[in-house]
């Protein structure tokens, strides 16, 4: 199995900055395996919903239109570690922000196509 690990959330007033880190362990033939990444995430009294999403390998990027030119996916394949930049943050980007892992590489922005999940990290923007 795949185990990820998120961190890096925390409180910050609006146009403030934080950068979430996800930690993938595990099999190595699995983690190695690993076709893309996402971040998700979901706020109170909401469905979850993409943030993200880049693959291991050729590090191709995707964004949900909310987030474009303010968050930034990257990874790092020799730490096996997935990065969530995120700059100018608003009141509106308040919830639990989830690391996800898909076996497959997906252009998938489904929550249920991801075969791994982390235990999510708090982000709270203030205004």
């Known amino acids: 199995q795949v185990q990820l690990v998120e961190s890096g959330g925390g409180l910050v007033q609006a146009g403030g900055s934080l950068r979430l880190s996800c930690a993938a362990s595990g099999r190595s033939d699995r983690t190695a395996a690993m076709g893309s990444m996402g971040w998700f995430r979901q706020a109170p009294g909401k469905e979850r919903e993409f943030v993200a999403r880049?693959?291991?390998?050729?590090?191709?990027?995707y964004y949900a239109d909310s987030v474009k030119g303010r968050f930034t996916i990257s990874r790092d394949n020799a730490k096996k570690m997935v990065y969530l930049q995120m700059n100018n943050l608003k009141p509106e980007d308040t919830a639990v922000y989830y690391c996800?892992?898909?076996?497959?590489?997906?252009?998938?922005?489904?929550?249920?196509?991801?075969?791994?999940w982390g235990q999510g990290t708090q982000v709270t923007v203030s205004s």
């Open positions: 996800a892992g898909s076996r497959y590489i997906t252009t998938s922005i489904t929550p249920g196509q991801y075969d791994y």
């Open positions: 880049i693959s291991w390998i050729g590090g191709t990027t």
